[in-house]
C-alpha cells in the first residue's frame, strides 16, 4: 500500500510541481511519512523541506495540518500552492474570528488539503471546538527547534502542541523538520512531541560548494568594498539593525553599487518587490536584517556577508546557507572587529531586564489591553510603545526589551505585522445598530456599516478585532482611503472604534492575565544564560583556527567529519605557504591537453587532496582556470 502511495505522490510531485523526481532524502522523508511513522526531518536551509509535507498530502486522505510560526512564509506557501492547483488556506492572527471559522467549515468540508496554522491559534476556543470535526492525516511541525528550549528560536507553546492537539493526537501521522538541530535539541523534539520510535532523516550539514570565510577587520567598510570588487552574481548583506542596513545600502549606491536596504519597517508591497527584484536577479545586493529569506529561493545566490555577528551558530548557517543552492562554488563571509564580540555580549546583559522591570512592563501591557486579571485573549492587539512607556515608566528601549523578553518566555506572542491591519470595535448593540442602520439615508454608507458589521461578528461589540486590510479593501472593493474615510464617519458618529495598523507590533498574552507576576528571577536568568551560550559558540567559530566547515558540522552533532573541507579560510591559510607558481603551472599544462575531473588530476600530480584542492580553489578564483560539466565535472583552461 506504500509503494502505491509513494508512486501516486510522485505522479502528482510531476503533475504539480513539474518535477522528475524527488531530491536525495526527500523520497525517504515521503516513505516514511506514507507508511506513518513518526518522522524527523533534518534538512539544510534550501534542503526541500516542505516537499516533504506538501507532496504528501496530495496523496493522504483528510487534511494536513501544518503548524509554522512565520506568518509571512505561510501565506507565500498558500500563494504557490493555490497557483498549482493544490487547495490549501492558512489561519493565523491577519484574519477575522470570522473567517478563520468559515475557513475551518471549508477543511470541515473537504475543501483543502493543506491547513497552515500558527501554534497559538491551536489554543483559541474555536480551534478547540471545530478539531475534532476535521479529518486530519498528517501533522506537520515547522521550524520543529522552536519546541526546545536549547533552540535558538524556543516558543514555550510550541511544547503545548500535543497537548493542544487533545484526542486527536494518538490517531494522527506526525512529521517535525528542521533545519537546525544540534543533538540535545533533538532529543527535546521527539520527547516533547512524544515521537514514539521516530525514523530520523538527515542530510547532514556540510555545503561542499560553500567556502566558509571569517575576515577579522577594523575596517569593515573599506574590506567590504573589497569583497564586493571580487565577487560576482548577487549576494546579501545581513546587518544587526534596520537603521544599520540603510546606512550600509545608501553608503554603497554612493560607491557605485545597486543596493537596497530590507527590514519589517518597510510595507509589504515594498518588500515583496525588493525580493522578486533580487530573486529576478534585476537587484543583485540588498542589505537586510534577518527578516530577510525565509522561504524565498533563489538557487544563485554567490555570497552572504554578515557585516554583524550573529547571535548564534543556527542563525549563522541558517542565513549564510542561503548562498550557493544551486551546488555551485559559493561565499559565506563573517566580517567581525574585535570590538564587536565583547558588545555582543554586553548587549545581551544590557537589554535583559530584571523581575521588578518585566512585572512592570507586563502590567502596563495588560492595562494597555484592557485586560482585567483572569481575562484572556484570543486575537492580538496593537502594541503601542508609547502607552507601555508611560504606563510602566521605564525607559523606551527598556519597554522594547521587555516586550521581547516576555515573548521568548511565552507569556505573549509579538509579531511584527507582515500586512497592514484595520480593527474595528462597534460601540452599539445589534438592536441599536439595526436601528441606526434603518435611519441613514445613504444606501452606500448604510451597505459599507452593514458589511463591515458582518466581516467583523458580533465579537466586535466586546473588543477591537482585526483584518488583513488588503482583504477588508478587496471584500469591500473600495480604496484604502475610501475605507479610512468611511470608518472615521462612522467613528465620529459614536458607531464604532477604530484602529489601522501599520508595520507595528502586534501581540497577545498566551494565558489570561495573572493576578500576580509568577516567574522567577531565576526562570528570567536561565533564558539570557541559554542566550549568552549560544553566542559563545558562536565567538567559538570565529576564534578557531582549525577547518569551520568541521566546527559547523561537530557543532550540529555530525560524527566522524573530515579534519579539513580545503575550502575555508583556515584549511587555505594552512596549505597556502606550500603553493608555488610551480603547482600552477603543473595544473595549467595538464589542462591545455584536455580537460581533467579532479580524480585525474590528483592521479597525474600525486599531491594530496587538500593541496590539490587549494592550488585550484585559487587558480579559479584568479580565472587561470575553469569548471566545464558534462558527464562529471571537471576543469579546462579557458581559450
Same mark, same amino acid.
Given at each position: 500500500? *506504500?509503494?502505491?502511495?509513494?508512486? =501516486? ?53 483528510? +487534511? %494536513? ?37 468559515? #475557513? ?7 475543501? &483543502? ?6 501554534? !497559538? ?9 471545530? @478539531?475534532? !470535526? ?23 507553546? &510550541? ?20 533545519? *537546525?538541530? *544540534?543533538?540535545?535539541?533533538? %532529543?527535546?523534539?521527539?520527547? $516533547? ?24 577587520? !577594523? ?19 545581513? $546587518? ?34 525588493? =525580493? ?12 537586510? %536584517?534577518?527578516?530577510?529569506? @525565509? ?170 478585532? &482585526?483584518?488583513?486590510?488588503?482583504? +477588508?479593501?478587496? #471584500? ?125 588530476? =590528483?592521479? #597525474? ?13 585559487? @587558480? ?20
Amino acid at each position: 500500500m *506504500t509503494e502505491q502511495l509513494f508512486q =501516486q505522490a510522485k505522479a502528482n510531485l510531476k503533475r504539480y510541481w513539474g518535477f522528475d523526481d524527488f531530491r536525495p532524502g526527500q523520497d525517504e522523508v515521503v516513505r516514511s511519512v506514507l507508511s506513518g511513522r513518526p518522522t524527523l526531518v533534518l534538512f539544510p536551509t534550501g534542503g526541500g523541506k516542505s516537499l516533504c509535507y506538501q507532496v504528501p498530502a496530495t496523496v493522504l486522505d483528510g +487534511v %494536513t495540518l501544518v503548524i509554522s510560526p512565520l506568518v509571512a512564509l505561510m501565506q507565500d506557501q498558500v500563494f504557490q500552492l493555490q497557483q498549482k492547483g493544490v487547495p490549501a488556506t492558512f489561519i493565523n492572527s491577519t484574519i477575522s474570528r470570522a473567517e478563520v471559522e468559515q #475557513r475551518l467549515i471549508n477543511a470541515r468540508n473537504g475543501m &483543502y488539503k493543506l491547513l497552515y496554522c500558527a501554534p !497559538e491559534r491551536l489554543e483559541t476556543t474555536i480551534w478547540q471546538n471545530m @478539531m475534532g !470535526e476535521l479529518s486530519l492525516s498528517l501533522i506537520a511541525v515547522d521550524e520543529a527547534h522552536c519546541i526546545s528550549e536549547w533552540g535558538h528560536d524556543f516558543r514555550p507553546v &510550541y511544547r503545548k502542541i500535543p497537548e493542544m492537539m487533545g484526542p486527536v493526537a494518538d490517531r494522527i501521522h506526525w512529521l517535525a523538520l528542521t533545519a *537546525t538541530a *544540534t543533538p540535545e535539541v533533538r %532529543t527535546d523534539i521527539i520527547s $516533547a512531541l512524544d515521537l514514539k520510535d521516530p525514523n530520523v532523516i538527515s542530510r547532514g550539514f556540510n555545503r561542499p560548494n560553500l567556502q566558509w570565510w571569517v575576515i577579522e577587520e !577594523e575596517q569593515k567598510k573599506r574590506r567590504l568594498l573589497e569583497i564586493l570588487k571580487r565577487a560576482s552574481g548577487s549576494g546579501l548583506i545581513y $546587518a544587526g539593525t534596520r537603521a544599520a542596513c540603510e546606512q550600509l545600502s545608501e553608503w554603497l549606491t554612493k560607491k557605485g553599487w545597486h543596493c537596497e536596504p530590507y527590514h519589517a519597517g518597510l510595507t509589504s508591497e515594498q518588500r515583496e518587490d525588493i =525580493q522578486n527584484r533580487w530573486i529576478d536577479s534585476r537587484l543583485p545586493l540588498v542589505a537586510a %536584517t534577518n527578516a530577510f529569506g @525565509m522561504g524565498i529561493d533563489k538557487p544563485d545566490c554567490r555570497f552572504v556577508v554578515h557585516y554583524d555577528i550573529s547571535k548564534s551558530m543556527e542563525a549563522y548557517y541558517q542565513e549564510a546557507g542561503r548562498a550557493g543552492r544551486d551546488g555551485d562554488e559559493s561565499f559565506p563571509i563573517l566580517l567581525v572587529r574585535q570590538a564587536d564580540l565583547p558588545a555582543a555580549k554586553q548587549a545581551i546583559l544590557d537589554s535583559w531586564p530584571d523581575r521588578r522591570q518585566l512585572t512592570s512592563a507586563y502590567n502596563a501591557i495588560c492595562d494597555h489591553w484592557n485586560l482585567a486579571a483572569g481575562s484572556s485573549m484570543e486575537e492580538p492587539q496593537k502594541v503601542d510603545m508609547d502607552q507601555i512607556h508611560k504606563r510602566s515608566r521605564l525607559s523606551r528601549r527598556l519597554c522594547w526589551s521587555a516586550v521581547r523578553v516576555l515573548d521568548q518566555l511565552g507569556v505573549l506572542k509579538l509579531a511584527q505585522n507582515q500586512e497592514p491591519q484595520v480593527g474595528v470595535r462597534f460601540l452599539v448593540s445589534g438592536d441599536g445598530l439595526a436601528d441606526r442602520l434603518a435611519r441613514m439615508e445613504k444606501p452606500r454608507k448604510r451597505e459599507f456599516t452593514d458589511r463591515m458589521y458582518r466581516m467583523v461578528g458580533p465579537d466586535s461589540q466586546h473588543r477591537m478585532v &482585526y483584518m488583513d486590510e488588503r482583504q +477588508v479593501r478587496n #471584500r469591500l472593493q473600495i480604496t484604502g482611503k475610501m475605507l479610512e474615510n468611511g470608518l472615521k464617519v462612522l467613528s465620529d458618529e459614536g458607531i464604532l472604534t477604530y484602529s489601522i495598523v501599520r508595520n507595528e507590533p502586534v501581540g497577545r498574552l498566551l494565558e489570561p492575565r495573572y493576578q500576580k507576576f509568577t516567574l522567577t528571577e531565576e526562570e528570567i536568568l536561565q533564558q539570557r544564560d541559554r542566550l549568552l551560550k549560544k553566542l559563545d559558540y558562536m565567538i567559538g567559530y570565529v576564534h578557531t583556527k582549525n577547518c569551520r566547515s568541521r566546527y559547523i558540522r561537530i557543532y550540529f552533532g555530525e560524527k566522524n567529519v573530515p579534519k579539513h573541507c580545503g575550502k575555508c579560510d583556515n584549511c587555505r591559510k594552512a596549505t597556502s605557504g606550500n603553493i608555488t607558481p610551480e603547482h600552477f603551472s603543473k595544473v595549467a599544462g595538464l589542462l591545455k591537453e584536455e580537460p581533467m575531473g579532479f580524480e585525474t588530476l =590528483q592521479k #597525474r600530480t600525486r599531491w594530496n587532496r587538500l593541496q590539490l584542492k587549494s592550488v585550484l580553489s585559487s @587558480m579559479l578564483r584568479e580565472e587561470m582556470i575553469r569548471k566545464v560539466q558534462d558527464d562529471e565535472e571537471r576543469y579546462s583552461c579557458p581559450p
